[in-house]
């Protein structure tokens, strides 16, 4: 299990990450290196859970045997706790998802096209 603790400032809609972000358990160092790289000093509430879900399902899928559901629970600054509800969890996942996998498409069409143009390779005209 991953737990991840979050030094942050709240404002009205605003989070503000403070110098350090931690996460505790199986899948900690593969949480570090994707929050290094993804997590902002400014970001509003939703974007930052929407980038803690996506964190979390890129963890599941590069640890061995963690999985399940990822339990979101966001804290306002009073104190009051949201949880999201599992299955808004997996939309926004299945959201992610299919994200990933139009890029993923895009780019291997550029790199055939790059390849097909360097060898002078035509399927219509002009080429």
């Not at 199986?26 to 803690?52: H, N, P, Q, W, Y």
């Not at 969890?89 to 299919?98: C, G």
Request: hydrophobic letters at 40%; one cysteine or more; aromatic letters at 8%.
């Amino acid at each position: 299990m991953v737990k991840v603790l979050a030094f942050i400032r709240w404002d009205d809609k605003t989070v503000e990450y403070a110098a350090a972000y931690e996460a505790i358990g199986k899948g900690e160092a593969a949480f570090l290196v994707l929050a290094d790289s993804l997590i902002r000093t400014s970001m509003t509430i939703r974007e930052a859970a929407s980038v803690a879900i996506y964190i979390m399902s890129k963890v599941k899928e590069q640890v061995p045997d963690y999985g399940g559901n990822t339990d979101l629970v966001m804290l306002s600054q009073t104190g009051i706790e949201t949880h999201v509800p599992t299955q808004h969890v997996k939309e926004i996942e299945l959201h992610h998802l299919d994200i990933e996998l139009r890029k993923h498409e895009e780019v291997m069409e550029e790199s055939i096209s790059r390849w097909l143009r360097q060898r002078r390779i035509c399927f219509s005209d002009p080429c």
